[in-house]
């Protein structure tokens, strides 16, 4: 999970997070970005429709990027299966399959779509990005790491490969939606890499 400075969160300045508070804004972050497609959303939007103050999102967030890598990292915790069972395929293919199964939803595929869209622009946006991306591949690596630590990879094999092969078909699929992102196509994509 990103931490709120890999987020673009600003340094604390004043009152601590409400939890509530902080889980109305995450959630309204999701919806308004699958209502608003590519036009995206306002920050005054997202403070009406979480029943905050823009002051209260811009205390914990610095843009509307950092709330959306936010609201996925917590999204992605929170659905994504990690676990060590002692079988890397059974274990790959649970993360896989759940990872494209959240991605495929329509609030989450909406953010990551215009997380995308502002990273491209460059800047901080871009540095959101990054970290955003950077915890999802680290959550995958951790499940290719156990698997080489039970002797189910050769030393041969390339994780960071395998991570852009898992992770660039989610993007594809999600940036162009050309084809759904599902459950069979995690398990043929768990196929293809695994040795």
Not at 25 to 38: F, R, T
Not at 89 to 109: I, K, M, N, S
Not at 111 to 130: D, S
Not at 169 to 195: M, N, S
Request: glycine share 8%; hydrophobic share 50%; net charge negative.
């Amino acid at each position: 999970m990103i931490d709120d400075q890999q987020a673009g969160a600003r340094p604390h300045t004043g009152r601590r997070r409400n939890d509530a508070t902080r889980a109305a804004i995450l959630s309204a972050v999701l919806d308004l970005a699958a209502e608003s497609g590519s036009a995206g959303f306002t920050m005054d939007e997202l403070a009406i429709r979480a029943g905050v103050s823009k002051r209260t999102i811009y205390r914990w967030w610095s843009s509307r990027s950092a709330v959306l890598a936010e609201a996925l990292a917590n999204r992605a915790v929170t659905v994504v299966v990690q676990r060590d069972t002692g079988v890397l395929a059974e274990d790959l293919r649970a993360f896989v399959r759940t990872t494209y199964e959240a991605a495929g939803a329509a609030p989450v595929a909406a953010a990551l779509k215009l997380i995308m869209a502002e990273g491209l622009g460059g800047g901080p946006a871009e540095t959101v990005l990054r970290a955003f991306v950077h915890g999802r591949r680290a959550a995958l690596l951790a499940v290719l790491d156990l698997g080489r630590q039970h002797g189910e990879l050769p030393e041969t094999y390339d994780p960071e490969l395998v991570a852009d092969a898992v992770f660039g078909i989610l993007w594809y699929r999600v940036l162009i939606g050309h084809h759904p992102l599902t459950a069979d196509v995690a398990d043929q994509v768990v196929a293809l890499i695994l040795p």
